[in-house]
């Protein structure tokens, strides 16, 4: 169509008027909108999310946008990403969005992706002990969290060195846990206490040692087996006795273990 064809055509006005150009405002708004996000914003959008699935949807978001960037960027935003993660574990209202920022925490923690894991450690256990409001089963979803984030120090694909493991003192909070009547969470506890190095401070070896010498008596010899290794990291003559019973234990599966347990400290 040419200018002297189009000049022919009427002008139109009225409701049909109306509505063009209300399409053709949202038309020239568009580009506005459509225009990607950037990091920081997507790192906004993760801080203010309501929701668990806004913020699983936003943390994958943030995740795609940096995955091509050099390592050191990538390390620098996921640690923001923590630090944002963190607040919503802790202080979050909604439990679901507690749990879900923390199960980030671990993700973060199991794919090494952060320099300092210590730090999600610390925010885990402060979630399990700081708030008395929260229910067991919320409680339990923080100790598996726990005992999870172990696994990139393990042999025989540590993905940590032993320089940035977390010291005993970040544990000393789960300690009096010990003496909650609920054997899902003392179990996770064991299991958390036994990869620690050593067990001989107070702050642990109050809480700990009692349930240690109540398992090494039970009656189910899983119990016998899964303690051998918490009775040898304690430096208590109670502890070493105990280990040594085991040893001659009826069943060959505890006494093996709890001479392993022995054997290794020995060695250490």
Not at 37 to 49: D, G, K, P
Not at 62 to 87: C, H, M, N, S, Y
Not at 88 to 104: C, D, F, M, P, V
Request: aromatic share 10%; with cysteine.
């Amino acid at each position: 169509m040419n200018q002297s064809q189009s000049a022919h055509f009427p002008a139109y006005s009225g409701p049909l008027d109306a509505t063009a150009q209300s399409k053709l405002y949202d038309l020239l708004r568009l580009p506005r909108y459509a225009t990607p996000m950037s990091i920081t914003e997507v790192l906004q959008q993760i801080e203010i999310s309501t929701t668990p699935q806004h913020l699983n949807k936003r943390v994958n978001k943030l995740q795609g946008k940096i995955w091509k960037l050099p390592k050191e960027e990538q390390i620098l935003f996921r640690e923001r990403l923590a630090d944002i993660l963190t607040v919503h574990a802790l202080h979050a209202k909604n439990r679901a969005l507690r749990l879900e920022a923390a199960g980030w925490l671990r993700f973060l923690t199991q794919a090494a992706y952060l320099r300092r894991p210590e730090q999600i450690f610390v925010t885990l256990v402060t979630a399990a002990t700081q708030n008395s409001q929260i229910d067991t089963h919320e409680r339990a979803a923080y100790l598996k969290m726990i005992v999870d984030c172990f696994w990139p120090f393990r042999y025989p694909y540590p993905a940590f060195t032993w320089e940035v493991f977390p010291a005993n003192s970040v544990f000393y909070a789960l300690a009096p846990l010990l003496s909650v009547p609920d054997d899902y969470t003392q179990s996770m506890l064991i299991a958390i206490f036994s990869e620690l190095p050593t067990l001989d401070e107070n702050e642990i070896a109050a809480h700990l040692l009692p349930v240690a010498l109540q398992w090494a008596a039970h009656s189910d010899s899983e119990h016998r087996q899964r303690i051998t290794t918490i009775l040898a990291r304690m430096n208590h003559p109670d502890a070493l006795a105990a280990l040594q019973r085991l040893q001659s234990d009826a069943d060959p599966f505890v006494q093996s273990s709890a001479r392993h347990a022995a054997e290794k400290e020995q060695r250490a």
